[in-house]
Each structure stands twice: as structure tokens, then as C-alpha cells.
């Protein structure tokens, strides 16, 4: 597989995915039409910030399974068309906490004692020592905006310097919050009450522009840092708030275009400290995400829990052991309804029944949509199936039941035209040999295969010797069946396996008998 990397990462996560026979190429140059060539027969992407991940992007890159980000911003990729494509997106959502925490507290000095500032001029001979009488932290309020992996870490460290917390995060609770030791409040209150402010949301609608001139006309003299994302601070503003005093000072790593334009106006104004986004710019952090990233690159193409995907279905890593086996038995169930139905498919349900019942199946029940899409889409997978289901109109739902007559675990799907439901139930034996062991309601014993038929047929004596002769006539080998009746003499259901695909011809042969009602061929490959 080829793993392109077009931001730089840690060699650490490149081995990685050496180790594991992939082949990295390292692009960090290329830009528009260039990046869709290289990106054209790329099976995985690594970025970071500084790769923009668009619909464009990921259209030209028509082999790829997943684009990893090695670090927690997602704002650079849009993660809707890359699961309209089937694509994984995935992060790594711890490993640059610590890095991105210090450098907020870094930044909060470096503003509270002009740290910056008086090294410039010492740099230049100047001994400024009069001119700096700066702000102590301890005994102060910091205003934190976003109280999660980072804003907690920065909470924690600033804490334990004295100072009092104050925060706003509408998705974070009233306990979670006071373990923490901070006060929730509103954001006019964390405002208007820090000395420090710093921000630490991700740049989403919602928080875009969310600290503008109002907001920084509501601070009394703090001190505003940045370390989350550019543009969630209005910096035309800032850079004014500051100048006329309105702000102390300010401390940014981020900014809503990338690199820092010579001309922006917070270049011009003393107070503001600026670093070209190095929040997660440590060897530590870069390890923890590169690594990170590159196993989750693996992990994808082998088929295996991607731990951070933010686009499909979860996972629990201790449960996976016992839920994998059934993602495969879903999808076989999922193809061999959908083709046995034949017909525009209203609405799917998935049962789950016995041991299984217990687990939370949420990509078992993906991997059976998957199966029932498969002959309709071209590019369907767990990522992408759900989605498609409600795009086109799709019920699906999902039922459980602890008791599972005769099996331990039953995985059934039922897909149905809204007149017609076929269910398909499979199940695991011993060594996760599956079985499909009803359809339609017939009890059934049969070894899901590459090549199937069913047929119903009228339950009379020579009905399949018929079948096996003209399947012969066309020179299609019947590797196994299984026959399943009603009643003696009523109708009955066969599946066979198959090694060759049964034509048109053949079947057309076989229902021109009268004594057989139907036939199905079905094909579980693609
Ligand atoms: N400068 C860097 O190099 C660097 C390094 C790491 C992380 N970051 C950035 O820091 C930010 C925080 O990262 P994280 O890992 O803590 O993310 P997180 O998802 O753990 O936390 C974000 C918090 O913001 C809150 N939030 C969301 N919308 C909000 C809103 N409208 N108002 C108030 N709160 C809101 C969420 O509830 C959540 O608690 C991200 O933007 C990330 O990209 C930057
Ligand atoms: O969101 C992040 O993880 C940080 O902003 C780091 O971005 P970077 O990987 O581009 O340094």
C-alpha cells in the first residue's frame, strides 16, 4: 500500500508503517494540481495542519482508505466527503495535549511579563529593565473557553500556579467541570472576569468569530491567548483591542490564514507575541501523534479497528476480539437478502440474538449495510453505508435479543421492498466457521460461498436431479447444496454452492418448469 505524507512527521510513525511492507512517500511540497497527481494512487494520507484535505482532494484520490491526521485539528479535511467516498478520517487526539497545554501557559507568561518584548530589545543592546512591570498569575482569574483535553490540561497547570478558574463549555458537565476545580459560567461572566483568557474549541461554525470586538470590549485589561485555531478570534479586532488598551496584551500560535501574512495588523501592535502554530512542536508530541497515526494507518489496511476514526462506527478495542467474527457474517447475510429480494430495497433491520446481543454492534450493523449495498454501490464500506441509507430514504434498525433458539449468536438481516422481507440469519460454529442457517424462514444449513443459487421448487421426487442436469448442460459444477422444505410434498428452498457463475440461460431453463418457482443466482464476491 502507499501511504502519502504530505506534512512533515515524526520518523518514528514512518517506521511504523514501514515495518508493516507499506511504502511512505513524502511530499511536502505540492500543491493544487500537483497534490491531485500525487494523491491519485495514494491507498492512505498523513497531514497535518498544513495540508487542506478538500472534496477536490479526496475525489482525485479514487484508492484511498484513510486519511490520518497526526494531531487533533480536523478543520484542514472535510470529513463529509471523504465518508461520502467510503474514506476514514482519523486522528490522534492525545498525544499533543501536554505539548499544546505548556505551550498556552508558555504564552500566557511570555504576555504577562513581555517576555518576548524585552528579549528583542536586550537582543539589541537595549537593558529595558525599567520599562517592563508585568502581571503575576498567581491569585488571578483565568477565563478558559473550552474545557476539554487541552483546556483541562492548561486548567491543571495554571491551578496549581494559584490562579482561580473560570470556564465556558455548553458540553461539558457541572461535575466534570468541578472535579476540575472550575467554575462554569456564561461567556459574557468568563470575560468579564478573567485576567488571562485562553481558548481551546476546535474552529467550527459555532465558534468562528466567537471572540470579537464585543467579546474583547467586555475583558477589563487581560490578557487573551490563543493556542486552539485562527479564526476563533476576530484578529483585526484583537489587534485593535490591544493597541487601544482595551486587552493587555496578547499571545496567539494560531491564525485564520496560515502562514501569518507580513501584512497582518497584529504584526504591527507591540503586545501581541506571536508563534508560527508550534503548540504540538515538541519530539514528545510529534512521536506520540505520528506513531499514533501510522498504527491507525495499518490497523485500516488490515482491515482492523481504526481507534480514533471519526467518521465510523466506534469501537471498543476490548471488545473487538469478540464482535469481529460477526462484521464478515453480517455482510454475507446483508448481500445474500439483497439479492435474493431483487428488488428496491425500503428499509433493513438487523437482530441480533443471544451471546451477541450483549456486545455493541454498532459496525456489525454497518458491515451488514455494506453487504445489502454492495451490489448497488460502487464504493460502499462501514464508513460510508450508513450514510447512504439515509441519503437515499433507507429505515434501518436494529433489534436485540438475549435468548437465541438452538445457537449462541444469531446475526439475522431482513431486507424488505416494503411488500416483500427476505431474511437472511447466519451464525458462527467452532473456529468462527459461519453458517447461514435460515432463509426466508427455512431452516437451512449452508456454507456461505463465493457463488450461490437458491431455488424454491416444488417439494416432489426428481425436481433436483432436473436442476443438476441442466446446471451440467451448463457446465456449472455444484460444489454443495442443501435442500430445506415446509412440509412433505409442499415447497421447498435449496441453496447450493457453486463453482461457476449460473447464466441467465440456465435459470430461464429451470423456472420453465413448472415445478420450480424460482431461481436465485447470488454472488458474494465484489
Ligand atoms: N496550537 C497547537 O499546535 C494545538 C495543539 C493541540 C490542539 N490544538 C487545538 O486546540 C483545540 C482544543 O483541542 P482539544 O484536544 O482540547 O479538543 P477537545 O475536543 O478535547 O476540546 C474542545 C472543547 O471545546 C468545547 N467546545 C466546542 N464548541 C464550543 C463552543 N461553541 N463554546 C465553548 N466550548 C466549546 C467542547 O465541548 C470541548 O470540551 C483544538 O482546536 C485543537 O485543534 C492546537
Ligand atoms: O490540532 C493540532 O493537533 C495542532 O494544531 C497541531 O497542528 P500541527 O500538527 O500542524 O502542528
Given at each position: 500500500m502507499k501511504v502519502l505524507v504530505t506534512d512533515p512527521i515524526s520518523d518514528a510513525g514512518l517506521d511504523v508503517i514501514r515495518d508493516a511492507g507499506h511504502e511512505v512517500v513524502t511530499d511536502y511540497e505540492s500543491e493544487g494540481s500537483d497534490l491531485l497527481n500525487a494523491v491519485a494512487d495514494a491507498n492512505a494520507l498523513i497531514v497535518r495542519s498544513?495540508?487542506?484535505?478538500?472534496k477536490e482532494v479526496l475525489e482525485a484520490a479514487s484508492e484511498l482508505v484513510i486519511v490520518g491526521r497526526a494531531?487533533?485539528?480536523?478543520?484542514?479535511?472535510d470529513i463529509d466527503a471523504a465518508t461520502d467516498q467510503g474514506v476514514i478520517v482519523a486522528n490522534a487526539p492525545e498525544g499533543n495535549v501536554r505539548a499544546a497545554a505548556e505551550h498556552t501557559v508558555a504564552m500566557a507568561f511570555a504576555a504577562a511579563r513581555s517576555i518576548p518584548q524585552a528579549h528583542a530589545r536586550l537582543k539589541t543592546g537595549?537593558?529595558?529593565?525599567?520599562?517592563y512591570l508585568g502581571t503575576e498569575l498567581n491569585g488571578k482569574t483565568l477565563g478558559i473557553v473550552g474545557l476539554g483535553r487541552v483546556g483541562q490540561e492548561v486548567a491543571k497547570k495554571l491551578d496549581s500556579l494559584g490562579m482561580d478558574l473560570v470556564a465556558f463549555d455548553p458540553y461539558i458537565s457541572e461535575e466534570r467541570a468541578e472535579q476540575i476545580g472550575a467554575e462554569l459560567a456564561d461567556l459574557e461572566t468568563v470575560l468579564g472576569r478573567a485576567d488571562v483568557l485562553t481558548i481551546h474549541t476546535p474552529l467550527t461554525p459555532e465558534t468562528e468569530d466567537m471572540i470579537g470586538e464585543a467579546e474583547l470590549a467586555e475583558m477589563e485589561g487581560g490578557y487573551v491567548v490563543n493556542c486552539a485555531r485562527g479564526g476563533i478570534v476576530d484578529e483585526p479586532a484583537l489587534a485593535a483591542a490591544v493597541e487601544d488598551g482595551i486587552v493587555a496584551g496578547a499571545a496567539l500560535d494560531?491564525?485564520?490564514?496560515?502562514?501569518?501574512?507580513?501584512?497582518?495588523?497584529?504584526?504591527?501592535?507591540?503586545?501581541v507575541t506571536v508563534t508560527?502554530?508550534?503548540?504540538?512542536?515538541t519530539e514528545a508530541a510529534q512521536e506520540n501523534v505520528a506513531v499514533s497515526t501510522a498504527e491507525q494507518v495499518v490497523a485500516a489496511f488490515e482491515g482492523e479497528p481504526v481507534m480514533n476514526a471519526l467518521n465510523a462506527p466506534s469501537i471498543d478495542e476490548s471488545a473487538f476480539p469478540r464482535v469481529e467474527p460477526y462484521i464478515e457474517l453480517a455482510e454475507t447475510a446483508g448481500k445474500i437478502a439483497v439479492q435474493l429480494l431483487d428488488s428496491r430495497v425500503e428499509s433493513v433491520e438487523i437482530s441480533y440474538e443471544g451471546d451477541i446481543a450483549e456486545e455493541d454492534v454498532e459496525i456489525v450493523t454497518a458491515s451488514a449495510l455494506k453487504g445489502v449495498f454492495q451490489p448497488l454501490e460502487w464504493q460502499v464500506n462501514a464508513v460510508n453505508a450508513p450514510r447512504i441509507a439515509e441519503q437515499r430514504g433507507i429505515g434501518v434498525s436494529e433489534t436485540k435479543r438475549r435468548q437465541a433458539e438452538d445457537f449462541q449468536s444469531l446475526v439475522t438481516v431482513t431486507v424488505s421492498d416494503g411488500e416483500e422481507a427476505i431474511g437472511v440469519c447466519g451464525t458462527l460454529f467452532a473456529?468462527?466457521?459461519?453458517?447461514?442457517?435460515?432463509v426466508d424462514g427455512y431452516r437451512v444449513d449452508a456454507i456461505p460461498g463465493g457463488k450461490m443459487m437458491v431455488t424454491r421448487n416444488t417439494d416432489e421426487p426428481g425436481v433436483i436431479g432436473h436442476i443438476g442436469t441442466v446446471m451440467g448442460k451448463y457446465d456449472v459444477n455444484i460444489a454443495g447444496m442443501f435442500n430445506a422444505r415446509e412440509t412433505d410434498g409442499g415447497e421447498a428452498l435449496t441453496v447450493y454452492n457453486v463453482d461457476q457463475e449460473v447464466p441467465r440461460g440456465a435459470r430461464e431453463e429451470l423456472e420453465s418448469d413448472p415445478r420450480i418457482i424460482e431461481t436465485k443466482y447470488i454472488s458474494l464476491n465484489g
Open positions: 498544513g495540508t487542506d484535505v478538500t494531531g487533533i485539528g480536523v478543520d484542514n479535511i537595549e537593558w529595558a529593565k525599567g520599562e494560531v491564525f485564520a490564514e496560515e502562514p501569518l501574512s507580513a501584512d497582518s495588523p497584529l504584526l504591527d501592535v507591540e503586545d508560527p502554530h508550534l503548540g504540538a512542536s473456529d468462527d466457521d459461519a453458517r447461514i442457517v435460515r
